[in-house]
């Protein structure tokens, strides 16, 4: 997982920032990987542009969390049970991308605030699925830095309920890539009159995300012209006996 982070590639200051993690990581988890219906260009606007996901779940009334753009490159989030953060994407290129956050949770499940930093590596890579729909392949490598004295006994008692919570959320994040990627190839329109409503969405991204529906959109409606023109060609070139077979006249049913 460390080997698969492109150090040479980045600046100084954010080489100690994420060596300061993973280097002495209280907690390492690699999620289950994903292989899901998804165009690349709307995958790779959706995981730069992690506000417009939260967004869309509270317009859909499914989630109590809230995200928004501080900077070109930071983002503060709240959960609303407990967990406070503050994002940084230290990193993005087309299949890769590493996150750096800081934050604290209080809540129920410990005694007391527990403070930690965290390196968040989502790594994909386009693939073309069964049926010939485009889809993307997704995996992420988590490294957490607990700051609390103790934090090895935190561990120990919640590393198993971090875990399954990380697999799901990441399960279900995939899943709701691929639900708006495929809501973009079928109704399009639908995604420009949500994009509308998206709270904590800087008017500028929310175009952004215009543009990515319609862009995808125009790609598949492409695709789909050039299957129908290829099946045509296919069926024009038929050999002289298979066109005597389809040409053949039927007798009427009776």
Same mark, same amino acid.
Request: charged share 20%; glycine share 6%; proline share 6%.
């Given at each position: /997982?460390?080997?698969?982070? *492109?150090?040479?590639?980045?600046?100084?200051? /954010?080489?100690?920032?994420?060596?300061?993690?993973?280097?002495?990581?209280?907690?390492?988890?690699?999620?289950?990987?994903?292989?899901?219906?998804?165009?690349?260009?709307?995958?790779?606007?959706?995981?730069?542009? *992690?506000? @417009?996901?939260?967004?869309?779940?509270?317009?859909?009334?499914?989630?109590? @969390?809230?995200?928004?753009?501080?900077?070109?490159?930071?983002?503060?989030?709240?959960? %609303?049970?407990?967990?406070?953060?503050?994002?940084?994407? =230290?990193?993005?290129?087309?299949?890769?991308?590493?996150?750096?956050?800081?934050?604290?949770?209080?809540?129920?499940?410990?005694?007391?605030?527990?403070? %930690?930093?965290? @390196?968040?590596?989502?790594?994909?890579?386009?693939?073309?699925?069964?049926?010939?729909?485009?889809?993307?392949?997704a995996w992420m490598d988590a490294f957490l830095k607990l700051e609390n004295v103790g934090a090895d006994l935190a561990v120990k008692a919640l590393? *198993?309920? =971090?875990?399954?919570? /990380?697999?799901?959320?990441?399960?279900?994040?995939?899943?709701?890539?691929?639900?708006?990627?495929?809501?973009?190839?079928?109704?399009?329109? %639908?995604?420009?009159?949500?994009?509308?409503?998206?709270?904590?969405?800087? *008017?500028?991204?929310?175009?952004?995300?215009?543009?990515?529906?319609?862009?995808?959109? %125009?790609?598949?409606?492409?695709?789909?012209?050039?299957?129908?023109?290829?099946?045509?060609?296919? /069926?024009?070139?038929?050999?002289?006996?298979?066109?005597?077979?389809?040409?053949?006249?039927?007798?009427p049913t009776r």
């Amino acid at each position: /997982a460390i080997r698969s982070i *492109p150090f040479d590639q980045l600046t100084p200051d /954010a080489i100690r920032s994420l060596r300061g993690i993973i280097d002495d990581a209280s907690f390492f988890r690699r999620m289950p990987t994903q292989s899901v219906p998804c165009d690349s260009e709307m995958y790779l606007f959706l995981i730069r542009h *992690p506000e @417009v996901v939260v967004s869309l779940w509270d317009v859909m009334g499914m989630t109590k @969390v809230s995200l928004e753009r501080t900077g070109e490159y930071q983002l503060r989030g709240n959960d %609303g049970v407990g967990t406070k953060c503050n994002m940084n994407l =230290v990193y993005g290129s087309e299949t890769l991308h590493i996150y750096q956050s800081q934050g604290a949770y209080s809540g129920n499940l410990w005694a007391r605030e527990l403070q %930690g930093r965290c @390196v968040v590596c989502i790594h994909n890579k386009p693939i073309q699925l069964a049926d010939g729909t485009p889809g993307m392949m997704a995996w992420m490598d988590a490294f957490l830095k607990l700051e609390n004295v103790g934090a090895d006994l935190a561990v120990k008692a919640l590393g *198993p309920f =971090v875990c399954k919570t /990380a697999d799901h959320n990441f399960t279900e994040c995939a899943g709701f890539f691929s639900q708006i990627s495929q809501t973009a190839w079928t109704n399009p329109q %639908g995604l420009v009159r949500v994009a509308a409503r998206l709270p904590r969405v800087t *008017p500028p991204i929310r175009e952004q995300f215009v543009t990515t529906s319609l862009s995808v959109a %125009g790609k598949r409606s492409s695709q789909a012209a050039s299957s129908v023109t290829s099946q045509e060609t296919d /069926a024009e070139s038929e050999s002289p006996s298979l066109q005597i077979l389809s040409s053949k006249k039927r007798e009427p049913t009776r």
